[in-house]
């Protein structure tokens, strides 16, 4: 079993997660991101949260 992390969208700790750039998400928000009917705002979120994962990474 996997040990839990802190999901890096939602803060949640949460045992279901893929790592994303050395980050955790959880299964919740990957099925948020993936889901076509998630809100415009939500996925603005998403999109920068994912956005300064990126750049903690190049930099
Ligand atoms: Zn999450």
């Not at 802190?6 to 948020?32: A, F, H, K, P, T």
């Not at 889901?35 to 903690?56: P, T």
């Amino acid at each position: 079993m996997k040990e839990k992390q802190i999901c890096y969208i939602c803060n949640r700790e949460c045992e279901n997660w893929i790592e994303i750039l050395g980050s955790y998400v959880c299964r919740d928000c990957e099925q948020e991101m993936i889901n076509e009917d998630a809100s415009e705002l939500k996925m603005e979120y998403y999109r920068s949260r994912l956005k300064s994962l990126w750049r903690n990474n190049i930099s």
